[in-house]
C-alpha cells in the first residue's frame, strides 16, 4: 500500500505512544534513515539506543538471515537452542566482573529489570528496593513503580508494586550543594550529600533488613545521561557490602560499549551482584539479559524462570554478530574518538559567549551525552526542531530542558563532523532567538 495511504492508519495506534515525527520510516544504513517520502536522516536517536552498530549491519543481518533459515523459535524451555549457548560463551569475557558467570535472556529491558527483582527478593527473602530519583526502569507495573525520572510513566495506574523507595542520584549540575559552593563540588569532585541521604533512608524508612536490592543506571538515562561523579558508586558499592544488600546495575541504556567501555560500572571499578542488559545487545532484535553470580542465580528453582519468546534463537544469534563486530572493528575505540569530537563541539558551544548563555551543563560518558539548557524556555526543544530541519534527527529527555546524543557506535568521522556542524548551527540560531533577559550570563562549568 502506498505510503499515504499507509499513514491514515496512525490513527488505529494507542494514543499512549509518543513519537518525534509522524513520517514513516522506510529504511536504514548505518548512520541514516530514509523515509518513505523519500527523505534521508543523519539518525543520532539510534532507535534510542538499540541500533548501536547503526541500521542494518552487515554482519548482524546475515546472522540473523542465516539463522531464520535453520531454526527461529526453539524455546528455552524445551532445549538448549544453539545461538543462546553461543552469546553466553561470547558474553563471558566481556562481563565487567568475572564473578558475573550465570545469564538469563528476554525481550525488553523492563522484563530483564523484573527478573533483577524478582532474583534479589527471592534470594535475600527481604522485599524492599531503593531506586534513584530520575531513574527510568521500564512501563510494566513492577517497573513503573521504579521509576522515577518523570510522573507520567506512572500517573493513574495506582496502587503500584509496593516496597519501593527512592533516593537522590548525584547530579551535579542541579545538586544544591554544588551550586551553593562557588563550583567546590561537581563532575570531578562530589560532596557526597546523596551517600548520606541514601545513609539516612536506610535509618529512617527502609531498615537494611528489609532491604533487598539497591539498583542504579550507572549512567541515569531518561533522567538525563547523568554520570556519577568519582568515588559515589564505590560508596553506594561500600553501603551494600556493609548491610547484605545487593547492587544491581541497569546498564539497559548505558551498558554495551555506550560510554566508551563494554560496561559503564567499568570506569568506577564497581561490581554489581546483577547486570541488567538490553537496548543494543542485539542491534534491533527484541533482546535482553540479567548476568549475575551462579550461587545467587541457582536460588531460584527450575521453572521460576522463562518466557515464551525469551532468548529467541534469532535474537541471540544478532546477540553474537554484534559481539563479533565489537572485536572485530574497534568498536570501543571508535566510541571514545566520536565522543571527544562531539563534546568537544558541545563545549565549544557552552564556552561562546554569544551562545553559551542559553546552555546549564555538558556531560556525559563516551557517545552517551547531553546538552542541558537553562529550563523554563523550551530551547532543548527548539533546538531539537532546529536539527531536523536540517536532517539530523536528535531526542530531548529529563524534567530538565535536555538534549541526549545517541549516535551509532561506529559513526564515521566524516558523519560525527556533519552532525557536529548540524547541532551548533542549531544551537547558535536558537540562541540568536532568545531573549537576552532570559538567559543572562553563561551557566557555571561544574568540573
Known amino acids: 500500500m502506498a505510503a499515504p495511504k499507509l499513514a491514515k492508519f496512525g490513527t488505529n495506534v494507542a494514543r499512549g505512544v509518543g513519537r518525534l515525527s509522524t513520517e514513516i520510516m522506510e529504511s536504514g544504513s548505518g548512520s541514516y534513515v530514509t523515509m518513505t517520502s523519500g527523505r534521508k536522516y543523519l539518525d543520532f536517536t539510534c532507535g534510542i539506543g538499540v541500533a548501536n552498530l547503526g541500521h542494518c549491519h552487515p554482519t548482524v543481518t546475515k546472522a540473523a538471515q542465516e539463522q531464520v533459515g535453520k531454526l527461529v523459535h526453539g524455546q528455552i524451555n524445551i532445549a538448549f537452542q544453539k545461538s543462546y549457548l553461543e552469546l553466553v560463551e561470547k558474553m563471558l569475557p566481556v562481563m565487567p566482573d568475572k564473578s558475573l558467570d550465570t545469564f ?17 527478593r527471592h534470594a535475600t527473602k527481604k522485599q524492599n528496593v531503593i531506586v534513584m530519583q530520575g531513574s527510568y526502569h521500564g512501563r510494566t507495573f513492577g517497573t513503573m513503580a521504579m521509576t522515577r525520572s518523570k510522573t507520567v510513566y506512572g ?75 568519582p568515588g559515589y558508586l564505590e560508596k553506594v558499592r561500600e553501603i551494600c557490602d556493609k548491610h547484605n544488600i545487593l547492587l544491581i546495575a541497569d546498564e539497559v541504556q548505558c551498558g554495551y560499549g555506550r560510554t566508551g567501555k563494554m560496561f559503564a560500572v567499568e570506569h568506577f571499578g564497581v561490581r554489581p551482584d546483577i547486570l541488567i542488559m538490553a537496548k543494543g545487545i542485539a542491534n534491533g532484535f527484541p533482546l535482553s539479559a540479567i548476568a549475575s553470580r551462579k550461587e545467587l542465580m541457582d536460588t531460584q528453582p527450575p521453572g521460576s524462570m522463562g518466557g515464551t519468546y525469551a532468548g529467541n534463537a534469532v535474537s541471540c544469534a544478532a546477540g553474537v554478530a554484534v559481539l563479533d563486530a ?53 530551547y532543548a526543544s527548539k533546538i531539537q526542531a532546529k536539527c531536523m530541519e536540517k536532517d539530523l534527527l536528535l531526542l530531548t529527555t529529563s ?49
Open 104 to 120: 538469563f535472556f528476554w525481550n525488553s529491558g523492563a522484563e530483564a529489570v523484573e527478573a533483577a527483582i524478582k532474583l534479589a
Open 155 to 229: 500517573q493513574g495506574y495506582a496502587p503500584l508494586m509496593p516496597g519501593v523507595f527512592s533516593v537522590a542520584f548525584p547530579y551535579c549540575a542541579q545538586c544544591s550543594v554544588a551550586k551553593h559552593t562557588s563550583g567546590k563540588f561537581g563532575y570531578d569532585n562530589c560532596c557526597m550529600d546523596p551517600v548520606l541521604q541514601l545513609e539516612h533512608l536506610l535509618k529512617r524508612e527502609t531498615a537494611p533488613s528489609d532491604t533487598a536490592a539497591i539498583i542504579i543506571e550507572t549512567v541515569l538515562g531518561e533522567g538525563g545521561y547523568v554520570p556519577p561523579p
Open 326 to 378: 565489537f572485536k572485530n572493528e574497534g568498536i570501543l575505540d571508535n566510541v571514545n574518538l566520536r565522543g571527544k569530537e562531539l563534546k568537544g563541539m558541545l563545549e565549544s558551544c557552552w564556552k561562546d559567549p554569544s551562545i553559551g548563555r542559553i546552555i546549564h551543563d555538558v556531560r556525559g560518558l563516551g557517545l552517551m551525552l547531553a546538552l542541558e539548557c537553562k529550563d523554563g524556555h523550551g
Open 399 to 447: 524534567i530538565h530542558d535536555t538534549i541526549r546524543f545517541i549516535p551509532p557506535l561506529n559513526v564515521s568521522a566524516e558523519e560525527m563532523a556533519t552532525g557536529c556542524r548540524i547541532i551548533q548551527q542549531a544551537i547558535k540560531e536558537v540562541a540568536e532567538g532568545a531573549d537576552p533577559e532570559e538567559t543572562g550570563s553563561r551557566g557555571q562549568a561544574l568540573e
